[in-house]
């Protein structure tokens, strides 16, 4: 059963404090990306990465970091550099054509930084 | 740079109603994608379009490509309470064949 997952769910963190989320596809695609959601409003991309061991900052990396290894995974790390970590974190991936646009996405990692 | 507009940005609704909703731009775009997100969840493409003046459904939603390619709408046919959720529209970002641009969303609550 092909898709996203995303783990944990739920993840609560001390301020200062580092922090990753998992992200995990088994759709064969070759784009990954990461999108923050703030309540009541749209999504903003953060970092995406075409293919392995590239990546490309979106319109709000600041305070992020990532890494792709390997092409199904595509970890985001929240650094004590975010001012505003808390969030709903949203990872998507897609084909790598141009063709299709169509991005599949995970069912969210909500971060709540005490 | 490239916007997207979504209206209305709410919308509340008895269940049975037909819906409308739409996304606009002062840009033209080779693709529209409708998504919707339930609370708590990620986005689940529903619909994508892909020539102008397309029409598209998916059971009771439909979805149209705008002739000028600046638009397109969505409407839902006779509501019912799982239709809840935001409803965002999406485009490629120019020159980009990978990152999308989102609309704000529209927000769907059935009246009980």
């Known amino acids: 059963d092909g898709g996203i997952t995303q783990s944990p769910k739920y993840l609560f963190r001390k301020e200062g404090q580092n922090v990753t989320l998992s992200c995990e596809q088994n759709?064969?695609?070759?784009?990954m990306y990461w999108y923050r959601q703030d309540p009541g409003q749209g999504l903003r991309l953060i970092y995406y990465s075409q293919i392995v061991n590239d990546f490309q900052k979106g319109d709000i990396a600041e305070g992020y970091s990532v890494s792709r290894e390997k092409k199904e995974s595509f970890p985001l790390t929240v650094t004590s550099a975010q001012k505003n970590p808390t969030a709903f974190y949203l990872c998507?991936?897609?084909?790598?054509?141009?063709?299709?646009?169509?991005?599949?996405f995970g069912p969210g990692t909500r971060l709540t930084v005490l | 740079g490239q916007q997207l507009n979504q209206s209305p940005q709410s919308m509340f609704i008895q269940e049975g109603e037909d819906v409308s909703m739409n996304c606009t731009s002062s840009s033209i775009f080779n693709t529209w994608l409708w998504y919707k997100q339930e609370p708590g969840e990620g986005p689940v493409l529903l619909i994508a379009l892909y020539k102008a003046g397309e029409l598209t459904s998916n059971g009771r939603l439909t979805a149209q490509f705008g002739i000028t390619r600046k638009d397109s709408f969505l409407n839902i046919s006779a509501s019912i309470p799982s239709d809840v959720g935001i409803y965002f529209c999406a485009g490629p970002i120019m020159d980009s064949n990978y990152q999308l641009i989102w609309g704000a969303g529209t927000k769907l609550i059935i009246k009980p």
């Open positions: 998507a991936s897609s084909m790598l054509t141009s063709a299709f646009h169509e991005q599949f």
């Open positions: 759709l064969n695609h070759d784009a």
